[in-house]
């Protein structure tokens, strides 16, 4: 199942796609009823509940009509979409995971999994704008699978690590060079506002199967730019998810940035460099989940 936040009459509420167009699902219960459930608007509360969740709203799929009204079968051009994961407690990064990218910026394959952090100020979703700052003049794109959490994961194994995923999307992880790279801590460079556009789908896992085997690439105004696999990472998405919970309880929704590949400006020789300004628009496109695309705008 693919889930989507959109907006609906000035609020932001769940909707399901469908090769037909996006169900809004609290419009659904207001025309057909909501065959006895609450989980309807808040795309937290579906990712909290889980699997029970998922299952109540294909049941409510099933049950609507084959032309449904036209205010709950909405195309994806009529919407305005947030990020898909609107209120994580936690947003976790791990840096040079592929091994192309760790590569291309001439640094070390890392032993163990290097770990940052965004905020939720830095949420946005597609087709929104986002602003370049104006205390960068080095913006990046980096396109990313985003893992998030289902259950509540500690000290899990390897080997069970991915029952407690509910499912992935697609992250743009921006990133100012100058600002992350000028100490020896990233956070300032990747926490600006809207520095993590994610969507515009949450697929469940059950529809992606093995995450380490999908494709990836970024699109920067019609030019490919990054065009790799998830297989290239340094360490998998169970991996990823074991370690993490080994140091720190995840919750049902955290967001987990699983890397990116190579491709990025910082990787390019110094003369080639040319970064992200006002006018561009990103494209981020990860097989099975489908295409997050951004536009970029000076600061306000």
């Known amino acids: 199942m693919k889930l989507a936040v959109i907006d609906h ?9 469908t090769s037909g167009g996006i169900v809004n699902m609290a419009k659904a219960a207001e025309v057909y009823g909501n065959g006895g459930t609450s989980l309807l608007g808040e795309m937290m509360d579906v990712i909290r509940e889980g699997e029970a969740a998922v299952e109540a709203l294909r049941s409510l799929l099933a049950q609507l009509p084959p032309q ?25 990064c791990v840096g040079l995971n592929y091994r192309r990218h760790a590569e291309e910026t001439n640094s070390p394959i ?4 290097i770990l940052f952090n965004k905020f939720n100020n830095s949420l946005t979703g597609h087709q929104a704008s986002v602003a370049v700052p104006g205390v960068t003049a080095k913006l990046d794109y980096e396109a990313e699978l985003a893992i998030v959490i289902g259950r509540r994961a500690k000290n899990v194994s390897r080997d069970e690590a991915l029952d407690y995923v509910f499912g992935y999307t697609a992250v743009n992880d921006l990133s100012a060079r100058d600002l992350q790279l000028r ?12 520095f993590c556009p994610i969507g515009p ?15 990836i ?40 940035l699983t890397g990116t590949p190579e491709g990025v400006v910082l990787g390019l ?32």
Not at 68 to 90: H, M, N, T, W, Y
């Open 9 to 17: 009459e000035g609020k932001q509420t769940l909707g399901i796609w």
């Open 68 to 92: 449904p009204d036209r205010s709950v079968l909405i195309s994806e051009e009529e919407l305005s979409f947030g990020p898909c994961v609107p209120a994580p407690q936690k947003i976790i």
């Open 110 to 113: 890392p032993e163990y999994p």
């Open 183 to 194: 100490t020896q801590q990233w956070l300032l460079g990747k926490s600006c506002d809207g």
């Open 201 to 215: 789908y949450l697929v469940t896992a059950d529809e992606i199967g093995d995450p380490n085997r999908l494709a």
């Open 217 to 256: 690439q970024s699109i920067v105004n019609g030019e490919i730019r990054q065009d790799s696999n998830t297989s290239d990472m340094i360490f998998a998405c169970d991996e990823i998810v074991s370690y993490i919970s080994r140091h720190m309880t995840l919750e049902p929704g955290d967001v987990i």
């Open 269 to 300: 020789p110094a003369e080639r460099q040319v970064y992200l300004k006002p006018g561009d628009e990103v494209s981020i496109c990860i097989e099975k989940i489908g295409t997050l695309t951004n536009r970029f705008v000076a600061e306000a």
